[in-house]
Nanobody, 127 residues
Framework: QVQRVESGGGLVQPGGSLRLSCVVS????????IGWFRQAPEKAREGVLC????????YYADSVKGRFTSARDNANNTVYLQMNSLKPEDTAVYYC????????????????????WGQGTQVTVSS
């Protein structure tokens, strides 16, 4: 049973913005770092970033630095991914995931360092 729900994806033109939300209902958000991963068609999953309970962000994908940010509302068990200046290469299914190291965000965005994958939300950047 999926107990976290990603939403906010959709179709956007290049240069546009989207804000993804991840609502968690099976654990207390303030006890974990939360990562965002993405998987483009026919490509491996890629770590995007991780946000700690204190709000510190660790970026895994250099291509999103300066364009993507994350925020969290621990009281409402929700994490956000704000994506600006979107490019066609950002097209992917985006997932929020939980750090296996509790409040710590792993130094590297490896899949094995995270668990509790949701169903993902599709983001398509196209004109």
């Amino acid at each position: 049973q999926v107990q976290r729900v990603e939403s906010g994806g959709g179709l956007v033109q290049p240069g546009g913005s989207l804000r993804l939300s991840c609502v968690v209902s099976d654990f207390h958000l303030d006890g974990y770092g939360i990562g965002w991963f993405r998987q483009a068609p026919e490509k491996a999953r890629e770590g995007v970033l991780c946000i700690s309970p204190s709000g510190h962000t660790t970026y895994y994908a250099d291509s999103v630095k300066g364009r993507f940010t994350s925020a969290r509302d621990n009281a409402n068990n929700t994490v956000y991914l704000q994506m600006n200046s979107l490019k066609p290469e950002d097209t992917a299914v985006y997932y929020c995931v939980r750090s296996r190291y509790d409040i710590m965000c792993p130094r590297r965005g490896l899949e094995d360092s995270f668990d509790a994958w949701g169903q993902g939300t599709q983001v398509t950047v196209s004109s």
